[in-house]
């Protein structure tokens, strides 16, 4: 079975600090993606990487960044922690064809005070 | 705009059946996933549909009409267990997945 960590379940941090949000699979798969899941709305993506070291931005990159340096980590960092990025992120990956279905961690509820 | 509807909520008994809709308008067509996430957890992939048609895997089926752009995911012999949200998402020309609210199915004994 695919196994998606996610660092951390739960994460309290305070506005204006830098977070770091780490995932890794074990499945040797190409392609990561960071989305952020709130109420009433889809998962919207963040960041997405088909290879070491190369990342592509999604839909709502701002104020986020990412970093893969190696094939089964992908970190999602925020620069400076706002009250609205108050949410459930979760991490997913696949194999590298477009038919593979994303494998998705437990998720990281991140609160900003 | 790329757009993904389905049912906010439903609400159905043990034992029955179930369909969950979900109607798409995107920029391009690569397939459509089903996916269960239970609360608290993970998504976890159910079916994907890139042909029209019914595809059937257990108690679960799902369904795609690519010129009506619209799919079903269809739960037979509801049990308990399957109370959860179901997503659809649609793969656009970019290969990237839009992805819909969820539906919340409410199972009641």
């Known amino acids: 079975d695919v196994k998606v960590t996610q660092s951390s379940r739960y994460l309290v941090k305070r506005t204006g600090e830098k977070v770091f949000l780490e995932c890794v699979q074990d499945?040797?798969?190409?392609?990561m993606f960071w989305y952020r899941q709130d109420p009433g709305l889809g998962l919207r993506l963040i960041y997405f990487?088909?290879?070491?070291?190369?990342?592509e931005k999604g839909d709502i990159p701002e104020g986020y960044s990412v970093s893969r340096e190696k094939k089964e980590r992908f970190s999602l960092i925020l620069e400076s922690a706002s009250t609205n990025q108050t949410s459930m992120y979760l991490c997913?990956?696949?194999?590298?064809?477009?038919?593979?279905?994303?494998?998705f961690g437990d998720g990281t509820r991140l609160s900003i005070l | 705009g790329q757009n993904i509807d389905q049912p906010t909520e439903m609400t159905a008994t043990e034992g029955a059946i179930v369909q969950i809709n979900c109607t798409y308008q995107?920029?391009?067509?690569?397939?459509l996933f089903w996916y269960q996430q239970h609360a608290g957890e993970a998504p976890t992939f159910l079916s994907y549909?890139?042909l029209d048609g019914l595809e059937e895997k257990g108690r679960f089926s799902s369904f795609l009409s690519r010129s009506k752009g619209y799919s079903y995911l269809l739960l037979k012999e509801l049990q308990m267990k399957d109370s959860a949200s179901y997503l659809c998402?649609?793969?656009?020309?970019?290969?990237?997945?839009?992805w819909g609210a969820g539906t919340k199915l409410i199972i009641k004994p």
């Open positions: 549909n890139v």
């Open positions: 998402a649609v793969m656009d020309s970019n290969y990237q997945l839009i």
């Open positions: 995107t920029s391009g067509f690569n397939g």
């Open positions: 990487s088909y290879d070491v070291k190369m990342k």
């Open positions: 499945m040797d798969h190409e392609n």
């Open positions: 997913a990956s696949s194999l590298g064809q477009e038919y593979q279905p994303q494998h």
